[in-house]
């Protein structure tokens, strides 16, 4: 069976971190560049992150450029996002995708999978 399985949200107070982790089975990654979503209630689904498949090329949203790093450890088949001094805007559910990529240096703007997504509440 093909899936991404998310881990790593929770509730946290404004300014902590955490990190989310995305794990892939049934497939390796190494063919994929990888891409972090968010949704909040009553919002549009945005993309906060990506990264090629090689690992490199990082992209960020406006909105968390500066706090949070995304990571491609194709050794373990897992895609992290660390993400640091968060905000209560950062509240979501966080998805991870992956889109296969024929070029190892870019993201992609399609993408073939997609996890379950995992909660992220930043509340004093």
């Known amino acids: 069976q093909l899936q991404l399985v998310e881990s790593g949200g929770g509730l946290v107070q404004p300014g902590g971190s955490l990190r989310l982790s995305c794990a892939a089975s049934?497939?390796?990654?190494?063919?994929?560049?990888i891409g972090w979503f968010r949704q909040a209630p009553g919002k549009e689904r945005e993309r906060v992150s990506c990264i090629s498949r090689s690992g490199g090329w990082p992209n960020y949203a406006d909105s968390v450029k500066g706090r949070f790093t995304i990571s491609k450890d194709n050794a373990k088949n897992t895609v992290y996002l660390q993400m640091n001094n968060l905000k209560p805007e950062d509240t979501a559910v966080y998805y991870c995708a992956a889109g296969f990529s024929l070029i190892a240096t870019i993201c992609t703007t399609t993408y073939d999978y997609w996890g379950q997504g995992t909660q992220v509440t930043v509340s004093s």
């Open positions: 049934g497939f390796t990654l190494d063919y994929y560049a």
